[in-house]
């Protein structure tokens, strides 16, 4: 099975194979990170750029650690400071820095759909780094590595993912990639911020936590954003987190000893996670993080390194 | 040089398995020779068929000399200067768990051909640290370099046409030992 696709977009237009593909990819390379020397020839002479409107520590810092160990040429756009604070369009922009000819741009922005627009308009490959509330793949990817190396393996494992999932990127993208590789899926999280007809994305619901976390696998604590709440959708984030926090006795009384604890970050302590079980060895938060350079790694490589991608 | 489905049909065979045992034990007593024992020795087999021949060099060092070398696994991919033109890359990874700072590298391939991957494994080599030599050991050598490069262990010269194919077969991934020379099934 090759890789065929110009862009990575949505974990719901993968099939499995690619899942894995881009999995087994990022599983591989993380060796590079042990080594004194951290980078191989791969993508020497690709340029990648990055173009962030949105905020992001994690995400994009990974996107140009990867590129950097792959040789590429990694340019940084912020939409702050550029000429998008002059009034250029979205699309006029993505068009002139495509007209600088790069191999990869990497595309985050608050608008759903935004990274599959610059897909049809630009020649280049385009990776979705989070668009709006729809998708966030590479996290989905990095998530799947490290509970797949955490378990040593994901197939028929039963995921929780708890919070604001109506507004989450990371949970649409996850129950996609989770189901395509067979996990079992339930959300969790008050009534108005699960999305109605969630359940055609073959999950199961919960409007409690101490139900939603027995038994399970894995537990994916979501960042509850402060805006819900002037939105009249949570009443007070004390009531969220006295309801849907994760304590560690919450965890002692009703999760399994083997359970494991993500959260895409970043954390808000104290509100989704209580400190204790953000740095507890249940938590495996950390490793989410090693793990994304790998995965952006793997996808740039696809993308911009094999036949089937831009890069012939 | 492994043997995906393809028109190929076998010409020839180059060595049994009885020969292709005695080429090894050869290559592993001048490994002993050219070095003066087997101290400060490590191999690096080349994915796939390197890997398992490097074994089976070090398991015959053992032998010989009662010294447990290291084997280390060279995944190139990374380091082809052909990448882009050979579809999907397939990443397998690099597996060195030992320092090479200051070891003899006795690095080993299946068959030499162009010379290519053994340029882009020297490169993966030397980002890895720095050694104090390294030393390039083949079951066969097919000819036709394009880079100045020579092992210094042969198992086999073999003259060779560019259509044709040479197929290392080892018991481990292809349930016999011998060495065959394929040609195009059209002629």
Known sequence: MGWTRKDLLAMRDLDASEILLLVDTAASLQEIATREIKKVPALRGKTVVNLFYEASTRTRTSFEIAGKWLSADVVNFAASGSSTAKGESFVDTAKNIAAMSPDVVVVRHSSSGAAALLARELPCSIVNAGDGTHEHPTQALLDLLTIREKKGHVEGLHVAIVGDIAHSRVARSNIHGMRKLGMTVTVAGPPTLIPPFVQELGVKVSHRLDDAIRDVDVIMMLRLQHERMAAGLIPSLREYSRYWGLSLDRLARHARPDVLIMHPGPVNRGVELSPEVADGPYSVILDQVAKGVAVRMGVLLLLAGSKGGNGA | ?187
């Open chain 2, 1 to 187: 040089m492994s043997s995906p489905a393809r028109p190929f049909r076998e010409k020839a065979q180059v060595l049994d398995e009885a020969a292709l045992d005695r080429a090894l034990t050869r290559i592993a007593h001048e490994i002993l020779e050219r070095n003066g024992g087997a101290t400060e020795l490590a191999f690096v087999g080349l994915r796939t068929r390197g890997v398992t021949l490097a074994h089976r060099l070090a398991a015959k060092i053992a032998k010989i000399d009662g010294a447990t070398l290291p084997v280390g696994t060279l995944d190139i991919t990374l380091y082809r200067d052909d990448l882009a033109m050979r579809g999907t890359p397939v990443i397998r990874g690099t597996d060195i768990p030992f320092s090479i700072k200051g070891k003899t590298v006795v690095l080993v391939d299946d068959v030499l051909f162009t010379g290519r991957t053994i340029r882009a494994a020297l490169d993966a080599i030397i980002d890895l640290g720095r050694p104090t030599a390294i030393q390039l050991a083949t079951l066969i050598d097919r000819g036709h370099r394009e880079l100045p490069i020579r092992p210094d262990y042969v198992g086999k010269n073999l003259p060779t046409s560019r259509r044709e194919s040479v197929s290392v077969r080892l018991r481990e991934h292809d349930g016999e030992d011998r060495v065959v020379i394929e040609e195009p099934e059209e002629v």
